[in-house]
């Protein structure tokens, strides 16, 4: 008796599959989420990579002991959206960020503000434009480069 009643529920179920937009708004458990961000951090430059997987990382552990809810649905969501606006393959090599909303920013509490401008501090420093001079190589009127 129980057994149909569990295989006509099991075909409720896959006869509709989500749509595109549903299955990307559908929130991850932490360890995959976790996971797939990694892997996608694997395609960016390698400055933004170390970056962004230390920070991944401290985020997942301050995270770890969290009981509310809501707070977990919020955090994972948040999460999961970012990794969908990853770009994937050769694309993601020369990918470079994006604008924050100024929206968001509103949103913001102070906290997070903080926690943002020692995030903008620390990446000053990594996209600053090095010269050839700074970087070891210097132009010789051949076109050929030296050390």
């Known amino acids: 008796m ?5 295989v006509r529920l099991a075909e409720s179920v896959t006869k509709h599959p989500l749509n595109l937009r549903e299955a990307s708004a559908a929130l991850l458990p932490p360890l995959p989420l ?3 961000i990694l892997r996608a ?3 960016l430059p390698y400055e933004m990579r170390s970056l962004g ?6 985020e997942f552990r301050r995270h770890k002991e969290v009981t509310n809810k809501v707070h977990i649905i919020g955090f994972l969501s948040q999460w999961k959206m970012y990794l969908d606006q990853l770009p994937a393959g050769p694309e993601a090599k020369s990918f470079r960020g994006k604008p924050l909303d100024p929206t968001m ?3 913001m509490s102070a906290e997070q503000l903080g926690q943002l401008y020692e995030v903008m501090h620390v990446t000053k420093d990594v996209w600053r434009p090095v010269s050839p001079e700074q970087d070891g190589k210097v132009d010789t009127p051949g076109g050929n480069e030296r050390s």
């Open 105 to 107: 920013l509103e949103k």
């Open 34 to 36: 976790y996971r797939r």
């Open 53 to 58: 997987d230390t920070y991944v990382k401290a």
């Open 41 to 43: 951090h694997r395609h």
């Open 2 to 6: 129980f057994r149909a009643t569990t």
